[in-house]
C-alpha cells in the first residue's frame, strides 16, 4: 500500500493520538474551544477544563467532551482525586502561565495522571497578547526540551523547524502552500530533534510500580 502525505509528515493530531493510546480516559486542561482531542475523543471517557466560559460553550456545541468544569487550571487538585485519569493533558497551555505556575500545573497534573502526562507548547518563548476577548491567550513564558526532559518526559518535536513558523503556528513566507511543505519535510528531522523544532509534544509515563 502506498503511503499518503498525511502518513509520512505526521500532524501533531496523529502524534497526541498515539500519545494517548490505550488510555481510556483523560482529562484536557485548558480544553479550550475546540480541543485536538476531538477525532478521537468519542472513544473515549473525556472530561475538559477551562477558565473561559465562551470556550467551553463552544466546545460543548461539538460535543467533544463527556463533562466540562469552568475552573481554574490550577485549582484541578481541589477536583480532581489522585490517579482518577489515566491520561491528563495540557495543549496549548502552560505558556499562558508564569513559569512557577506552570511547575505548579505539572505538579497537580502528575498526581491525577495514572498512565501519562502529556504537554504540548511552542519551544521556546513565542509572543502572543490577548486576544479574542480571552485575556488567558497572554503567553507568559517559555519551555524548551530541557525544561521536560529533566522531569523523565519523552519529548517530540513538532511543526517542523522553529525557523519556519511564527504567530499561532503559520508559515513565515510566501507563498505559504509552498512553505507549509518544506515545513512538513523538515518534520522527519526534528521530529526526533525536538531542541530544533517549533514545538514540543513532552510524554510522560508510569509503570503500576511508580504509581
Known amino acids: 500500500m502506498r503511503r499518503t502525505y498525511r502518513n509520512i509528515f505526521k500532524g501533531y493530531e496523529e502524534e497526541l493520538k498515539l500519545a494517548v493510546g490505550t488510555c481510556e480516559s483523560i482529562l484536557d486542561v485548558g480544553c479550550g474551544n475546540n480541543s485536538p482531542i476531538r477525532d478521537f475523543s468519542k472513544t473515549k471517557y473525556c ?8 470556550s467551553i460553550k463552544q466546545s460543548k456545541k461539538l460535543g467533544i467532551h463527556n463533562k466540562y468544569y469552568n475552573l481554574d487550571v490550577l485549582k484541578i487538585k481541589d477536583k480532581f482525586k489522585k490517579n482518577e485519569f489515566d491520561c491528563v493533558l495540557a495543549s496549548d497551555l502552560i505558556e499562558h502561565l508564569t ?39 497572554l503567553h507568559k513564558s517559555g519551555w524548551k526540551t530541557i525544561s521536560f526532559a529533566y522531569r523523565g518526559y519523552n519529548v517530540t518535536g513538532i511543526n517542523g523547524l522553529k525557523s519556519l513558523r511564527g504567530h499561532h503556528a503559520g508559515v513565515k513566507y510566501k507563498p505559504k502552500w509552498l512553505w507549509i511543505i518544506l515545513s512538513d519535510i523538515t518534520q522527519l528531522f526534528v521530529r526526533k530533534k525536538p531542541v530544533k523544532a517549533f514545538q514540543l509534544l513532552a510524554v510522560k509515563t508510569y509503570n503500576e510500580m511508580e504509581k
Not at 472530561?47 to 465562551?54: E, I, L, Q, R, S
Not at 511552542?122 to 502572543?128: D, E, R, S, T, V
Open 99 to 137: 513559569k512557577e505556575e506552570g511547575k505548579e500545573l505539572i505538579k497537580q497534573m502528575e498526581r491525577i495522571a495514572k498512565k501519562k502526562v502529556i504537554i504540548f507548547t511552542p519551544n521556546g518563548f513565542l509572543k502572543q497578547p490577548a486576544c479574542k476577548g480571552n485575556p488567558w491567550q
Open 47 to 54: 472530561v475538559g477544563v477551562d477558565a473561559f466560559k465562551p
